[in-house]
């Protein structure tokens, strides 16, 4: 079971440091993981000049999953967009053609104080949210800033599916909602956009061949306001790149924090990325503060989806319930009486408790 590491920048060393110790402590259980770690983001392009290097290509296609960090940081806000971290996980998901992004919004009933929202309306809180990742406005072309004729700059991006990434990411939509409770919600732009009109057709043509999945459409304006006004009424939810990128962080604060988050980017054989969903947090990096239990969650992810080890999954996620029951806490989730560790801590707490 080949892994690659990608520790990236700001907080991310610190928290793929405590997820690589829960992989070590499994394998001295007896697993057979092999860790490799490459450089990807604004770490790369410090030493290669490339977000993405060949050398990390290489360790990447030869990888059954890959565990990540994250990138980004102010330093490289000033280089050219194909220099900039994110774009070496933009290329990294679309070389590997991992264009399945799951993402559990799950609320921990130890953490429903540290929402902002009231606890009737988001405990037993357990959502899924699918995100299509290498198709929409992020990659479609014609893109950039232009001049226009009569000489203002203009800048353009397009939004594109096709119908075949429409068909694909609907399947594993419909799979996935067949494991839940068999409700699946689709969300999109009908009502303005033809891309939205051609993704609202596929999902109806691919209903068909799922006739026990209850499928629902809404419009991505109404879902925002909806996640935050009943969000239990939802199961699995699907949605394009661009639309899922910005409701999946609002619903991660119906959780309480971005800090607990984990998700998983599959490609059609179940190999995977697998990181947190926040991202480098400059903010408070090198400051032992940064919660680690996200990236810990994403390794219990990558056990389920690519190794299909349920039984260590569900070991390492007893044990952040376990460690949230004792009221240990990192700053981000900490309430009055808790006690509140570090990154570091944090990381010793699961591995004594998994
Ligand atoms: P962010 O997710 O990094 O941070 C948002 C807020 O959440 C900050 O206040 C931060 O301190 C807090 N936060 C995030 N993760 C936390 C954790 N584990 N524990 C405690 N608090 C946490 O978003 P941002 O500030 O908008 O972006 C910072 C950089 O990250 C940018 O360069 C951005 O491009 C990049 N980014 C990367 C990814 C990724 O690697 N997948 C995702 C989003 C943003």
Known sequence: MKIVILPGDGIGPEIIAQAVRVLEALNSDGMKFEMETALLGGCAVDVTGNPYPEET???????????????????YDMLSRDKRPEQGLLSIRKDLNLFANLRPVFLYSELVGASTLKPEIISGLDILIIRELTGDIYFGEPRGIKLSDNKQRIGLNTMVYSEAEIYRIAHVAFQVARKRNKKLCSVDKMNVLECSQLWREVFEDVSKKYPDIELSHMLVDNAAMQLILNPKQFDVIVTGNMFGDILSDEASMLTGSIGMLPSASLDDKNKGLYEPIHGSAPDIAGKNIANPLATILSVAMMLRYTFGQERAAIRIENSVKVVLAKNYRTRDICEVGMKEVGTVEMGDAILTNL
């Not at 290509?57 to 960090?69: H, I, P, S, V, Y």
């Open 57 to 75: 290509r290489k360790l990447a296609m030869e990888a059954d999953a890959l565990l990540l960090g994250a990138v980004g940081g102010l330093k």
